[in-house]
């Protein structure tokens, strides 16, 4: 025997293990029966999820909110406030229990922003809401039409059906504000403190409601007297910047009493990056404009200065109100521009 050989055979013993020749099988476990909840909370890398008895989850009619971890599975793929999600393990709810979030059920909507309008990064905020409550003050802090023009922007962006929310009545008149997005046809409600909540609980009824706005403006507050138990921090405005204080670290979905729907509060933004929006998404939330566009010439940016724009044509012959579509240009322009940070 070589004295090379015997030196391999020495070694032998102290390489590394023999690789597995066993292939790995391509089947996935089936999670088709797991039971199907809710995200309500997501808070370092722990989820919330409620589990009703509709989905094989609860016992009874009562449903059962579960803490859970995302497993392996679903690699880099984000789970947000909203998500359908199926789960898997310990469901029992019990303190001390982890269950796992195995699946995301498809979202129906995704609200979504960038950092800023240069931002390339979409930031999802919450899945599967039908409506977007703008939560803005009428004063302290004193309303911004930017920073509104371009939350609207987002929920035609997302599909979701907007709602202006004025708050502190008390302070200062709506009328002005109201008047400004009457071309819209956007839906509004104003309360103060200490009013009758009725009409504002009518428009959330049956609705899964994300709250967006500034901080300071009464999200929270809001929260607090739809749903008594909900005990959600409520922060005050700083008298020299006329700021808001972040009182809500994160969303948080809370289920509304009878006759039921959903809210997700939300913390309070300085920006909204709209760096993901185009103006053929904006434009498909609104039929008569959609429609009337396709007379545009090709290239055509639908604003004030395009010639030939069919927009400008529909008015003119009466098919266009001249206030909504002076509207849409405003929006337009808000998210063409840089970003409001203010």
Partial sequence: MSRR???????DGYGRPPRRTRPRTKDRPDYS????GTVVGVDRGRYTVVLGAEDG???GDAPRTVLATKARQLGRKGVIVGDRARVVGDTSGEEGTLARVVEVVDRTTVLRRTADDNDPFERPIVANADQLAIVTALADPPPRMGMIDRILVGAYDAGLEPLLVLTKADLASPDALLAAYDGLDVGA???EPGADLTDLRGLLAGHTTVL???SGVGKSTLVNALIPDAARAVGHVNEVTGRG?????SAVALALPEPGGWVIDTPGVRSFGL????TESVLAAFDDLAALVTECPRGCRHDSTAPECALDEAVADGRLRAERLASFRRMEQVWMAEPTYT
Avoid: K, L, P
């Fill in 212 to 214: 967006v706005g500034h």
């Fill in 33 to 36: 029966e797991a039971a199907v």
């Fill in 57 to 59: 989850g609860g016992d």
């Fill in 245 to 249: 204080r972040h009182t809500s670290t």
């Fill in 5 to 11: 050989r015997a030196e391999r055979d020495e070694q």
């Fill in 189 to 191: 409600v104003v309360v």
């Fill in 275 to 278: 760096s993901h929006v185009t």
